[in-house]
């Protein structure tokens, strides 16, 4: 199974690449510009595979480039508190 397949899967594997990221030293405003990076390859080159990720490309593909940062940002809050 992908890990895009299930969205709490897709979470985790976010919350453990962000520890990894956290741990080698990257700051906060790093680690969203890199999630805001993800999230233009992600939107762009990737079929969503669950209705939350569909929501999300529909949200990116709406939102101007400093929106994008804030769903970026978000989406690593919620990995934070998931975690």
């Known amino acids: 199974m992908s890990i895009l ?3 709490d899967t897709w979470k985790g594997f976010l919350a ?4 990894q990221a956290q741990q080698q030293g990257m700051n906060q405003q790093t680690i ?10 992600l939107a762009e080159n ?6 939350e990720e569909a929501v999300l490309k529909e949200l990116w593909n709406a939102a101007s ?3 994008q940062q804030a769903i970026a ?11």
């Open 32 to 41: 969203n510009s890199i999630a805001a990076e993800v999230g233009d390859y």
């Open 46 to 51: 990737v079929d969503a595979k669950n209705k």
């Open 5 to 7: 397949e299930n969205f």
């Open 65 to 67: 480039e400093q929106e």
């Open 16 to 19: 453990n690449r962000l520890e």
């Open 73 to 83: 940002s978000t989406m690593v809050k919620l990995v934070q508190k998931s975690n």
